[in-house]
């Protein structure tokens, strides 16, 4: 079981800067990706990045180069830095992480998300 809480979001003018933060709790150890979607009203929830344990990095092609994804040392938090924010990137952002377990079952969970609005 992981629980995932999210916090940064909030009003932001466009050009300005929000850091997104997520802290894991529970069965952390069994988490190898971490990541960020979001969604629009009326959209569908959407990638907006994901890390893996090995570093490897993504991103939805609309944040390249604005938004930086990265997680601590103890791999339990996962912070999403976003400059140049635009009006089209106001969406509730939702935590993810991934799981997999020793059966190599896998396991998806999402935090409660948090809003991030960018006025014009």
């Known amino acids: 079981q992981v629980q995932l809480v999210e916090s940064g979001g909030g009003l932001v003018q466009a050009g300005g800067s929000l850091r997104l933060s997520c802290a894991a709790s529970g069965n952390i150890g069994s988490i190898n990706a971490m990541g960020w979607y979001r969604q629009a009203p009326g959209k569908q929830r959407g990638l907006v990045a994901t890390v893996t344990d090995g570093g490897s990095t993504n991103y939805a092609d609309s944040v390249k180069g604005r938004f930086t994804i990265s997680r601590n040392n103890a791999k339990n938090t996962v912070y999403l830095q976003m400059n140049s924010l635009k009006p089209e990137d106001t969406a509730v952002y939702y935590c993810?992480?991934?799981?997999?377990?020793?059966?190599?079952?896998?396991?998806?969970?999402w935090g409660q998300g948090t809003q991030v609005t960018v006025s014009s």
């Open positions: 993810y992480a991934h799981q997999l377990l020793r059966d190599q079952t896998t396991y998806d969970y």
